[in-house]
């Protein structure tokens, strides 16, 4: 093949090559966004709140009520000589009353007694009531079982 010949025949297949070049370019949708470019928006997170909080007077009450509460015996600091004392006091009528993991209600006088078992030695109990409008109070003792 002599370079006259090649010529004209290379000559005709780059223009064809170059028309279809240009012509993709043309029709071929250009990328309106770059993910890295700094005209991509933020999304915006709003996070809404997960807790409730409710205004306290000095005793824990949360909504203006005065909430009765008060553990009668035994006293705070003192020595039984048997395991199982009885925690007596008066509260709200129907309170709920619990004395560490014991549970129990206040009559409708709001007057409870909880019988609970101590262990010899010190012992720390938590005794507590609450009602149904979210009024709380609670009281600590400690208690000493030396039989």
Known sequence: MDKTKLKNLLIPVALVGLIGVLSLMMFYPKSKTNPLSK???????????????????????????KFTFQVTSPTNKSTVKTAQVTVVGK???NADVFVNEIESKADASGNFKVNYTLE??????????????????ESELTLTYAP
């Not at 010190?122 to 709380?136: F, H, K, M, P, T």
Request: glycine share 8%; aromatic share 6%; hydrophobic share 15%.
């Open 39 to 65: 005209e991509t928006p933020t999304p915006k997170v709003t996070v809404a709140n997960e807790f409730e909080q409710k205004p306290t007077d000095n005793t824990n009450n949360t909504n203006g009520e």
């Open 91 to 93: 509260t709200e009528p």
């Open 120 to 137: 010899e030695g010190e012992n720390y109990l938590i005794v507590g009531a609450n009602n149904d409008s979210g009024n709380y109070d």
